[in-house]
C-alpha cells in the first residue's frame, strides 16, 4: 500500500514539475470622443427631415377671429410636422449652452414681429428637460440675433431632451397682422467651452 501512495505522490510531483503556468499580458485603451451633438427628432425619435410649425389661420379662420375679438391672445400652432422633440447631447464635463435665433424669409412687416412668436416649454407636450441643466428663463420669444435658452456644466450622459416640441410654440395676434404668408427659419445651436 505505502509504494502505492509512493508511486501516486511521485506522479503528482512530475506533473506538478512539468505543469507550469506562463504569464503574458497586453494593454486596453479606452477612447471617448469628445461628442456635442444638436437634434430635431419626430414621434419615431429619428432625425425629422423638413420640421415645420404652422401658424395657418386661413385654415382656422375662427380661432384667429375669436382671438381678436377678445382683443388679442395667443393661438397655438395649427399644424406641427416632424418635431417632436429637441435634444442635446455632449460627452463634456465643461460648461456648454443651446442657443436661439430667428432668420426671415418672408413677410413680417405690418403688424406682425419674430418676437410675436414664443415658447413656453412643456405647456402644451408635456415634454421636461433632462436632468443636469437649466433654462436661462423657463419661457422665451424669438429674435433675430442669438439669444441663448438653456445651459449646463457637466455630460448630458446621451441624448436628453430639452424639454419643448412645436407644440409649445405660441403666437400673439392683436388683429393688426398684415395680410400674407410670413415665414421664418428658427435655429438652434449647442456650444461647448
Known amino acids: 500500500m505505502s509504494k502505492v501512495i509512493y508511486i501516486a505522490l511521485t506522479i503528482v510531483a512530475l ?10 499580458n497586453h494593454s486596453l485603451k479606452i477612447s471617448i470622443p469628445n461628442y456635442v451633438g444638436i437634434k430635431i427628432v419626430d414621434s419615431a425619435g429619428k432625425i425629422a427631415v423638413n420640421a415645420s410649425v404652422d401658424f395657418d389661420f386661413e385654415a382656422d379662420f375662427t ?4 382671438a381678436v375679438a377678445a382683443g388679442g391672445a395667443d393661438l397655438s ?15 463634456q464635463s465643461a460648461y456648454w449652452y443651446v442657443r436661439t435665433r430667428a432668420v426671415v424669409s418672408s413677410g413680417f412687416t405690418g403688424g ?3 418676437g410675436d412668436i414664443s415658447v413656453d416649454p412643456g405647456s ?13 428663463n423657463p419661457g422665451w420669444s424669438l429674435r433675430t440675433n442669438w ?9 448630458t450622459m ?6 419643448f ?20 427659419t428658427v435655429y438652434y445651436q449647442l456650444v461647448t467651452f
Open 15 to 24: 506533473f506538478l514539475t512539468f505543469a507550469q503556468a506562463q504569464t503574458d
Open 63 to 66: 380661432s384667429y377671429a375669436v
Open 77 to 91: 400652432p395649427t399644424a406641427v410636422n416632424g418635431f417632436s422633440d429637441i435634444q442635446v447631447f455632449t460627452t
Open 112 to 114: 406682425i414681429n419674430v
Open 124 to 136: 402644451v407636450s408635456g415634454l421636461s428637460r433632462g436632468t443636469g441643466f437649466s433654462w436661462v
Open 147 to 155: 439669444r441663448t435658452i438653456a445651459y449646463g456644466f457637466f455630460s
Open 158 to 163: 446621451g441624448w436628453s431632451s430639452i424639454g
Open 165 to 184: 416640441n412645436g407644440q409649445d410654440y405660441k403666437i400673439s395676434v392683436q388683429g393688426n397682422e398684415s395680410v400674407g404668408t410670413h415665414s421664418l
